[in-house]
């Protein structure tokens, strides 16, 4: 149902579907940055249940719509290599552009010593941050329509917006507390950092419709990205601040809201 209602409204070429599929989820972050205007201080307790689902969602992900499938395509060896090269790549991203953790929950600690210009550096550099570790999930969804396979992409484009929602969140309440004092502003932070997953899709879509040999790499570079983002920073992070269990069940409703819409929409 859901998969000719998509065909319908996109059509069937390839690359077309992966810039949907990047709208969309770029939509979402949007859409959980713009939450902001209305509630402006959301608890930390929320925040980090709220990224603990997201995590959730992308370990999931990573599994039944993408090493799953790259091994069914390819074989182990491609996907491996490709988990590989996505983990060293977010690696040395972090090694570009240093660690701001504190704000992944979008809360930035108190120092007294800091000033307000170094404060502003901050929020922008975790914007940079959290741009990068997007580029994954732009990605997975570009690969995911590129490979032909409905059951497997709409599933993961639904997955992976709806987990965009609290990191949009994340980021413009980073803002917020950074200092910018118009919300609307802080919004749009979140929307700018969501935006690099449009191309990202589309690339995706591209490079493995184009190629299909590269599917099971593809796959696998975007599996292991997400994972790496889940394991150096999310968890972490919501782990940091006495919401370890609260997180922790938020990771696994993540992972069962996945595995059911892999099912009931994949199957």
């Keep these: ?138 990605l997975a969804v570009g690969v995911g329509f590129g490979s032909g396979n409905l059951d497997e992409a709409i599933p993961l484009m639904l997955a992976i917006g709806l987990q965009n929602i609290p990191e949009g969140l994340a980021v413009s309440v980073a803002a917020l507390n950074a200092g910018f004092n118009r919300r609307f502003y802080a919004a749009f932070t979140g929307i700018r950092a969501g935006l690099v997953e449009v191309p990202l899709a589309v690339l995706g879509a591209s490079a493995v419709s184009l190629a299909s040999s590269l599917l099971p790499y593809a796959m696998g570079f975007a599996a292991g990205g997400m994972l790496y983002v889940i394991s150096d920073e999310i968890i972490p992070e919501t782990h940091g601040r006495g919401h370890e269990r609260i997180s922790t069940w938020g990771t696994m409703l993540g992972v069962l809201v996945m595995l059911y819409l892999d099912v009931a929409l994949g199957g």
């Design 1 to 138: 149902m859901l998969r000719e209602i998509f065909t319908g409204m996109i059509g069937t070429n390839l690359i077309l579907q992966g810039l949907a599929g990047g709208i969309f989820i770029a939509f979402l972050n949007l859409l959980g940055a713009a939450v902001v205007v209305a509630w402006r201080n959301p608890s930390e307790r929320l925040l980090d249940a709220a990224l603990g689902f997201a995590a959730g969602v992308m370990l999931a992900a990573s599994f039944t719509s993408l090493i799953l499938p790259g091994i069914e395509q390819g074989g182990v060896i491609p996907v491996i290599i490709g988990i590989m090269l996505g983990i060293v790549v977010l690696d040395q991203a972090d090694r570009w552009v240093p660690h701001v953790h504190v704000l992944v929950t979008g809360r930035v600690r108190e120092d007294p010593s800091q000033t307000d210009h170094s404060r502003i550096a901050s929020v922008l550099l975790f914007i940079v941050a959290i741009t990068l570790h997007n580029l994954p999930e732009g």
